[in-house]
Nanobody, 122 residues
Framework: QVQVVESGGGLVQAGGSLRLSCAAS????????MGWYRQAPGKQRELVAA??????TYANSVTGRFTISVDNAEKSMYLQMNSLKPEDAAVYYC?????????????????WGQGTQVAVSS
């Protein structure tokens, strides 16, 4: 099975920075995509940034302020968030997709972490 764990959330003042980390573990054979999503109270979960096969995409609202990086060897992903705004406050989730070993066969996985809270004070 595959586990995904996020860390690095917290409270920061507007204009400040935070760095989120995500680590995937388990019987992973390969990871095809990793991404950060966020969900604010009363809103739908939205894509923040993702890396798929080496290509990176960002939500318009974070372009130029957030940077995603992936360490394939460590099966880890990071999100550097700069110039944070109150509207960035949300629970941030890590998602990983790929293939893993299960009962001797390769199967697809699509795993989510439990989320890490980011709060931004104005």
């Amino acid at each position: 099975q595959v586990q995904v764990v996020e860390s690095g959330g917290g409270l920061v003042q507007a204009g400040g920075s935070l760095r989120l980390s995500c680590a995937a573990s388990g019987t992973i054979f390969s990871i095809n995509a990793m991404g950060w999503y966020r969900q604010a109270p009363g809103k739908q979960r939205e894509l923040v940034a993702a890396n798929r096969s080496g290509r990176t995409t960002y939500a318009n609202s974070v372009t130029g302020r957030f940077t995603i990086s992936v360490d394939n060897a460590e099966k880890s992903m990071y999100l550097q968030m700069n110039s944070l705004k109150p509207e960035d406050a949300a629970v941030y989730y890590c998602n990983a997709q790929g293939t893993n070993w299960y009962s001797g066969a390769l199967v697809d996985f699509d795993s989510w972490g439990q989320g890490t809270q980011v709060a931004v004070s104005s």
